[in-house]
């Protein structure tokens, strides 16, 4: 398990990310590189043994393209905002030099990290070697913490937001996003009417609520 391994390996996996990323951007028609890693039966994981992937699409996935008309309706400094509205907030998780990591105020999973860099980079071959060794000490925590929360590994989606290769990526901050559907020590969250049909995510508990459960463990 990546959370089971020293800071030197996860710091050497985020120089592959980061190599990958630029290498993968240069290919003609790419416009969207995508690293992540599911852990977990329980979403959905074919092959049992820890392992992560990338994905470089040659369009601009709908998820992103969402976050562009956000963008386009809310201005340039969404991140920034986004940020600042976090920071200091009963969700924070972790704050250091270079990065916040925080449960979202609007969370769609019972479990669910965003993590920010402070500075403005669009993807993970932006960042300085400090930070990338301060990331790698952050992102090796967060995952820990969700070793802990419960008396077994939690399942989760490690998903790294990179912005698109179109004009209006300049503005798309690089963003983590831990997500679990793991509610309980032996519970599921499953999609039911709401979710599946309208697209309408109902909270099974306040984000707040799974922050301090997150920062207990990170204790």
């Known amino acids: 398990s990546l959370s089971k391994m020293p800071v030197e390996r996860v710091r050497t996996l985020i120089d ?3 190599d990958r990323t630029e290498t993968l951007q240069a290919l003609p028609g790419v416009r969207q590189v995508f690293p992540f890693e599911n852990r977990g039966q329980d979403i959905g994981v074919t092959l049992h043994h820890p392992h992560g992937q990338i994905y470089a699409y040659p369009f601009v996935t709908p998820r992103t ?20 509205f976090e920071q200091g907030s009963a969700r924070e998780l972790i704050k250091s030099d270079n990065f916040t990591a925080y449960v979202p105020f609007a969370g769609r999973w019972p479990i669910e990290i965003h ?45 790294w937001h990179q912005a698109p290769l179109v004009e209006a990526g300049k503005n ?48």
């Open 115 to 159: 993590l920010l860099p402070h500075r403005h980079v669009q993807h993970l071959a932006q960042l300085t070697s400090d930070e990338k060794e301060e990331l790698a000490e952050t992102y090796r925590r967060l995952l820990h913490a969700l070793d802990d929360i419960y008396e077994t590994p939690t399942p989760y989606i490690s998903a």
């Open 172 to 219: 798309v901050r690089l963003q983590l996003q831990i997500t679990s559907p793991r509610r309980a020590a032996d519970k599921l969250k499953y999609l039911a009417g709401s979710e599946s049909a309208m697209g309408a995510f109902i909270a099974d508990f306040p984000p707040e609520t799974t922050a301090a459960q997150l920062r207990e463990a990170l204790s």
């Open 16 to 18: 592959v990310w980061a």
């Open 65 to 84: 393209s969402k976050l562009l008309d956000s963008i386009g309706k809310y201005g340039a400094d969404l991140f920034a905002d986004t940020l600042k």
